[in-house]
């Protein structure tokens, strides 16, 4: 598997190889723009030497918040998602054992199952985990029987809907468009 969501081949590369640093770019995804929610497991990788999620979890807080405030930034709000991603990393060593793909490939789980695994990680709610579970399915091979009806809309053959889209410059603009469609029609109904 090879993403391409960052524009930034040592950052894409890093998502493609790293199951725990793919987990926590989702978990940054939100009120940044993706490829600056994605860019974030390499820029704590170069920072702090590692993404390991036990190097990670056993970070003394306010280090990994300044690792998170160093420019440029990792996230908008460092100190909130700092916490979320030690959150995440405490989470893949007690429950994973230290490994984020088990997570999606423990005992060969159904997509409903893998679903399940990711709303039960911090930070994780249904829709992340939702997002999560079609990009596992539509770029990284992940063949759980039902992922895509797991996965709901965001599952569905062709469409533009998320960061499990992207493949390219040109599905990236798709993306956003349809994400900005989707934001007009919301602000239309509310008027």
Request: charged share 25%.
């Amino acid at each position: 598997m090879a993403l391409h969501i960052t524009g930034d081949d040592a950052a894409d590369r890093l998502l493609s190889d790293d199951a725990f640093a793919l987990l926590t770019g989702m978990l940054l995804d939100q009120q940044v723009a993706m490829e600056t929610a994605f860019a974030g497991p390499e820029k704590i990788r170069e920072r702090l030497g590692s993404i390991d999620p036990a190097s990670v979890a056993s970070t003394d807080p306010e280090r990994f918040v300044e690792v998170f405030k160093q420019t440029p930034a990792v996230h908008r709000f460092p100190g909130s998602m700092a916490g979320r991603v030690q959150q995440l990393a405490q989470a893949v060593v007690d429950d994973w054992g230290g490994d984020a793909a088990a997570i999606w490939t423990e005992g060969e789980p159904s997509g409903a199952e893998v679903l399940q695994r990711l709303q039960a990680l911090p930070g994780y709610g249904d829709q992340k985990a939702r997002i999560f579970l079609a990009l596992l399915g539509k770029q990284c091979g992940l063949t759980a029987p039902g992922w895509r009806e797991a996965a709901g809309a965001y599952g569905e053959e062709g469409s533009y809907r998320s960061v499990a889209d992207i493949v390219s410059p040109e599905s990236l603009q798709k993306v956003r468009a349809t994400k900005q469609a989707a934001k007009a029609a919301a602000k239309a109904a509310k008027s």
